[in-house]
């Protein structure tokens, strides 16, 4: 059965570096999303992604965020400038356009970003 | 903006008796898809069950069956026979049918527990 891929599983990095996140979502997906999950907390919808071009940002998804999907498989997630209250899981979802699951959104494993 | 509220952080099952998790949520819409996520030690998202919202009849999926009541905005979890292995946090979710990419709204989750 197809999975959403995410890597890297775990990811370290010091405060006010940039970090790249990457997700390779089911193949016949065309909807794309990142959440996150604060330990502890609830799941935080980030921002979704649909023909080339965002269509919906959280209030978090600022200036420092960005998606792109750079080959047609890919879906990467960047932030420039990492600060502490980043630290949190990072989960990727993908959604097909139609069709009885089409509107399932499928969750990756996630990647867990620390900031020191 | 729609809302989930799950009120049980945590509930105890024991194994092969049955246990129901609770969900409210707050929308205007009529059309919208609800979800049940299942999140082990893991942090990785796996999808329980859904239900389409213009459906009456109750979603099941083997052990795992839902209470869908539209008009009091409810849509519990019930866990049949329960196992070691279901022992994790659930997650509510909720999803507008309005727009193309919409995104998922978590509750805050019920850590279950699942005892000898």
């Known amino acids: 059965e197809p999975e959403v891929t995410q890597t890297p599983s775990h990811q370290v990095t010091q405060m006010g570096q940039e970090v790249i996140l990457r997700c390779v979502p089911i193949?016949?997906?065309?909807?794309f999303y990142w959440y996150r999950q604060i330990l502890g907390q609830k799941v935080e919808f980030l921002v979704s992604?649909?023909?080339?071009?965002?269509?919906?940002k959280s209030e978090i998804f600022d200036d420092q965020f960005s998606v792109e999907r750079p080959d047609g498989s890919n879906f990467t997630l960047k932030i420039r400038s990492t600060k502490l209250e980043d630290s949190a899981m990072y989960f990727c979802?993908?959604?097909?356009?139609?069709?009885?699951?089409?509107?399932?959104?499928?969750f990756g494993p996630g990647t867990r970003l620390t900031v020191l | 903006a729609q809302t989930v509220t799950q009120s049980q952080p945590e509930m105890s099952v024991q194994e092969a008796e049955t246990v129901t998790l609770s969900c409210t949520y707050d929308?205007?819409?009529?059309?919208?898809?609800l979800f049940w996520y299942k999140q082990p030690p893991s942090r990785q998202m796996i999808l329980v069950i859904r239900?389409?919202?213009?459906?009456?009849q109750n979603a099941t999926e083997n052990r795992f069956s839902v209470n869908f009541q539209k008009a009091a905005k409810s849509f519990s979890l019930k866990i049949s026979d329960s196992q070691l292995g279901d022992a994790a946090m659930y997650f509510c979710a909720y999803r507008s049918q309005t727009g193309t990419a919409s995104k998922l709204t978590f509750g805050t989750g019920t850590r279950l527990q699942v005892t000898l």
């Open positions: 239900q389409e919202a213009y459906k009456q």
């Open positions: 193949s016949n997906h065309l909807y």
């Open positions: 929308t205007s819409e009529s059309d919208y898809y």
């Open positions: 979802a993908s959604r097909r356009l139609a069709g009885y699951a089409g509107n399932t959104q499928y």
């Open positions: 992604f649909y023909n080339n071009e965002i269509s919906e």
